[in-house]
């Protein structure tokens, strides 16, 4: 029998729905350590459990209430449902009963140094990639000065909180977590293909409308919806990686997040991904040369993953202008340069290609979704994309956008210059001090 939403849980994901989301930085996520106790991954289920449902409320109210008929598509019905049916799963997984002086040793903070573990818990700043509510779209009271009402909201509510761990856990606490662990990864899996579900979503509005492309207000949900999507696998994704420490892993990572990531290695990595697509989609005996610059032992803390997904997209748009430009038959192409720099504040990539360039008009329709003809989009294969970064945007005009909403999303930024005739350089601005909030949504 295939699940539906009842009245009740939709009047319970509107009151959630007016709550704040509580940003979370890239240092906060890895104090956890590499092996955090039972009694500090509850904490931190706790957090969540609280902490999802209220992103999740958020993005079912905005589907609920898209405008224009785009609420009515099938495939965005179904990407409404996928997210009502996680936010039942999380606030009805039942919370074990525990006594009277387990719930207060949760609540004591540890001792670090003789010092109380919250002081060693670092602030998120703003990120400077964002404009304040850019992608919030919470209706609640706005915060008015040091004592708004949801500053304290969010300053009552952390990630992560390091408690006192003197003595045993009952089992119940390591048995919640596995719980909490195991309905994280079935609401990960079943979220899997969101994106290309609700690029179909797009697809079907289009066509029904008879429009080739989509207006602002679109354009701005789907900015909102993707970065929202990306900070619940942000956290659901940590979370799982936390609580399986059942094999080994490299010391240098915490959860997903790698405390030294090599940049050269991963840049690397991608362009031998994105030659290997050139070559298989144009059928080249060789894809043009990418030349990389970039210090071997520069390392940094971030998500690898990220990182591939921006680094891949990127070489692929230029690879693609470049044989598009100069013709498949060309026996040399130019190269393209990637050059990496190590700044105070950001680690930045430049990639530069000689690919014939962007018109100076159209270079703002780059950061639009599905910017291409109706007749020229075919249908999207929900199954297609099970798999967060290797999605098949290709022609669907979602590599550019998503992979600036990836730098964003910690505080870094994607910029595009273009010169109409020659090429153009992409730079990607990496926000080394780890320091910046994911934005709020």
Request: aromatic content about 10%.
């Amino acid at each position: 029998m295939s699940w539906r939403k009842s009245k009740e849980l939709m009047d319970t994901i509107r009151h959630y729905a007016g709550f704040p989301a509580t940003g979370v930085s890239l240092r906060q996520m890895v104090q956890f350590g590499e092996k955090p106790s039972t009694g500090t991954l509850f904490r931190a289920s706790q957090f969540l459990a609280e902490e999802l449902p209220i992103r999740l409320a958020h993005r079912v109210q905005e589907l609920d209430n898209l405008p224009d008929g785009l609420n009515e598509m099938p495939s965005v019905k179904k990407v409404l449902d996928w997210y009502a049916q996680s936010f039942e799963e999380i606030t009805t997984l039942p919370r074990p009963n525990l006594g009277r002086d387990v719930r207060e040793r949760l609540m004591k903070p540890a001792k670090i140094n003789g010092k109380n573990g919250i002081a060693w818990l670092s602030e998120a700043t703003p990120n400077p990639s964002i404009e304040e509510g850019q992608y919030n779209s919470w209706g609640g009271v706005p915060e008015q000065g040091t004592n708004g009402w949801a500053k304290k909201y969010h300053a009552s509510r952390r990630y992560f909180a390091m408690v006192d761990d003197n003595g045993d856990w009952p089992p119940e606490l390591q048995l919640y977590n596995q719980r909490f662990a195991q309905t994280l990864h079935k609401i990960k899996r079943r979220h899997d293909s969101v994106v290309t579900t609700m690029a179909q979503g797009i697809l079907e509005y289009k066509r029904k409308r008879q429009r080739m492309q989509i207006d602002n207000n679109i354009q701005a949900f789907l900015d909102r919806f993707y970065m929202s999507r990306i900070g619940i696998r942000m956290l659901i994704g940590q979370h799982i990686a936390l609580t399986d420490q059942n094999h080994y892993r490299d010391p240098s990572y915490v959860g997903i997040i790698c405390t030294k990531t090599f940049v050269k290695d991963l840049a690397q990595e991608a362009i031998e991904n994105a030659r290997f697509v050139c070559e298989d989609h144009y059928g080249l005996f060789e894809a043009p040369k990418i030349q990389l610059v970039c210090n071997p032992n520069l390392n940094f803390m971030y998500v690898p993953g990220h990182l591939s997904h921006m680094l891949f997209e990127t070489l692929k748009n230029s690879l693609r202008a470049v044989v598009e430009t100069h013709g498949q038959d060309k026996q040399e192409f130019p190269v393209t340069k990637v050059i990496v720099a190590e700044g105070k504040e950001d680690i930045t990539i430049k990639i530069t290609d000689e690919g014939g360039g962007i018109p100076r008009s159209a270079i703002p329709l780059v950061w639009t979704y599905m910017y291409t003809t109706v007749d020229r989009t075919p249908n999207l294969d929900p199954d297609f994309d099970k798999s967060d970064f290797k999605a098949p945007m290709a022609g669907f005009g979602y590599g550019l956008p998503i992979s600036r909403l990836y730098a964003r999303y910690f505080g870094g930024d994607l910029k595009l210059i273009s010169m109409e005739g020659y090429g153009t350089d992409v730079y990607l601005h990496l926000n080394r001090l780890s320091s910046s909030s994911e934005p709020l949504q």
